[in-house]
């Protein structure tokens, strides 16, 4: 069974669009994380949600707006994207708010925006 | 300037060589991770520092918190470890997390 789920996995979309990408976790986490990792490799924390509260939000465009129905979701819709939004996005989850070392990571979502 | 550095950006060996990767930081900080991400993707965690040593199995990590640098080595490599390795820092204080930029190690048969 996947531990942490994204979809969809390849997402190709025009500018000025708005899309969402899902992810679950079936670990009973309490916390989850969004990703970004631009075409330098540069992995960058989005977002960090405990038991479906807000506890990190880094200088994120407010185009980006996560959503966690429940503990074990996290999506992050996307308003207006842009060519720069083009990154692989990834979620991650642990237990409590645990470090990087304890972090479930996603498969990765590939965005690219024409 | 990044404030996490790693070098080499690209690393090409032979199977069963012995591998270092480097990385250097510029902020105090609280700990240091290593990880790994293979080419489907995946990230995994490796270790977490914050002095010392750690091994596990073919992996060893160090850190200098003087120094502020930290190694990466994997004995006897095998063209499974090919993958990008990552290195993460947690500031102290802050606790911000910020990456490096990764080290592509190809291993080759």
């Known amino acids: 069974d996947t531990a942490v789920s994204q979809t969809p996995k390849y997402l190709v979309t025009q500018m000025g669009n708005d899309k969402s990408i899902k992810c679950e976790q079936n670990l009973g986490h309490d916390t989850m994380y969004w990703y970004k990792q631009d075409s330098k490799k540069f992995l960058k924390i989005m977002f960090s949600y405990n038991n479906k509260e807000l506890i990190i939000n880094e200088t994120v465009p407010n185009r980006f707006s996560p959503k966690s129905p429940d503990k074990a979701h996290l999506n992050l819709h996307i308003n207006s994207l842009e060519l720069g939004d083009s990154a692989v996005y990834f979620c991650a989850s642990s237990q409590n708010q645990g470090g990087l070392e304890t972090q479930y990571f996603g498969p990765g979502t590939r965005l690219l925006v024409l | ?109």
């Open chain 2, 1 to 109: 300037k990044n404030e996490v550095e790693q070098s080499p950006q690209n690393l090409t060996a032979q199977e069963g060589e012995f591998i270092t990767i480097n990385c250097s930081y510029s902020v105090g900080i609280s700990a240091l991770h290593w990880l790994q991400q293979h080419p489907g993707g995946g990230i995994v965690s490796l270790f977490m520092l914050s002095s010392g040593k750690k091994k596990h199995g073919r992996l060893i990590a160090t850190i200098n918190i003087q120094e502020k640098h930290s190694s990466l080595h994997i004995t006897a490599s095998h063209p499974r470890d090919s993958a990008v390795y990552i290195c993460a820092v947690r500031s102290k204080g802050n606790e911000k997390l910020t990456f490096g930029t990764g080290t592509r190690l190809t291993i080759i048969p």
